[in-house]
């Protein structure tokens, strides 16, 4: 998430309550995880595990939980709890506004799109032009739409996204501070759910269609011209490349590439990165040729077990 200015780094040290290593002045432009930070950005880490990876990362500024060397041109928050701290920030600089009508003074709406009754259309929402939104979409702040986009009844775009620290009173959420961006020509079925990005957007690109009852993750990618059909899953921090198909009832993990042009047939289980332009299904998910292979063998298994009986 951008900042609406640029603040120094003791203001954000003293806004969270915390030590820092840096000069005064060090600008702070804005806050994201990991996998979109920019430099400006504050990024949070609170496991050994990820200390390189943050410290090495396009970050400028990291919240740590340990005093550590800071490597040079960078800037330091040093906090017992940088989680804790990285949702204060969110609360700080987007707080939650309550709603005060379905359709939000604050929202731009392009001409000849259609509103039909029951939609909500929260704070600082944009929507382009030749839109059609059908009944009881529900779209949350700061969600953009471009042009031409249609979105069937019952849609839900913006919730937070599905993340949470275990803590020994129960799970802690991480605030969501993104977005939900949807670009032109973009058809979303009925009753799907797209969920914001953590500090980023989950972002679905020009000419994609998504059928009904579709769930997508929150900072994830979804190329241009890709189709995805009814009930499939995709799992947060996904990169889902231009012209995929995924077919239904398909399963997509977290923080993997589907590559260019991919094909993935209903009911797979896609555990891993899978390489552009060829055809996958099964669980975990493999290629057609390699699937197939597999099947063939198991089917002979038998055969195999009742000659070594006779042994």
């Not at 920030?89 to 009508?101: D, W």
């Not at 359709?103 to 909500?120: H, L, W, Y």
């Not at 957007?201 to 189709?227: E, F, M, Y």
């Not at 896609?270 to 089917?299: D, I």
């Amino acid at each position: 998430m951008k900042l609406p200015h640029v603040h120094s780094l003791k203001f954000i040290a003293q806004l969270i309550n915390c030590q820092y290593v840096g000069p005064d002045d060090f600008p702070v432009e804005g806050f994201n995880e990991i996998h979109v930070v920019r430099p400006g950005d504050i990024v949070f880490v609170d496991h050994p595990k990820y200390y390189d990876k943050a410290l090495n990362s396009a970050a400028t500024v990291i919240l740590i939980n340990k005093k550590v060397d800071c490597p040079e041109g960078k800037a330091l928050l040093i906090s017992d709890d940088p989680f804790r701290d990285f949702n204060k920030l969110k609360v700080y600089f987007r707080p939650f506004v309550p709603a005060t009508a379905m359709v939000s003074e604050s929202a731009r709406i392009g001409p000849n799109t259609i509103i039909q009754p029951g939609c909500f259309i929260g704070n600082d929402v944009s929507i382009g032009k030749d839109c059609l939104i059908h009944a009881n979409v529900v779209l949350y702040d700061h969600t953009v739409i471009g042009d031409r986009v249609v979105i069937h009844s019952g849609s839900i775009l913006g919730a937070d996204a599905f993340y949470y620290k275990k803590r020994p009173e129960g799970f802690d959420p991480l605030q969501s501070s993104g977005r939900v961006l949807i670009e032109d020509d973009v058809h979303i079925g009925a009753a799907c759910t797209i969920d914001k990005g953590v500090s980023g957007d989950t972002t679905i690109k020009k000419g994609a269609k998504i059928d009904n009852q579709v769930h997508i993750g929150h900072d994830s990618v979804v190329g241009r011209d890709c189709l995805i059909a009814s009930q499939v899953g995709v799992a947060g921090c996904v990169i889902i490349e231009d012209g995929v198909t995924i077919w239904g009832q398909a399963g997509i993990t977290s923080a993997i590439t589907i590559g260019a042009g991919s094909i993935i047939s209903a009911q797979s289980g896609v555990s891993k990165s899978l390489e552009g332009g060829k055809s996958y299904f099964g669980t975990p998910a493999e290629e057609f040729r390699k699937k197939y292979k597999e099947l063939a063998a198991l089917r002979q298994l038998p055969e195999v077990v009742e000659q070594l009986k006779k042994k």
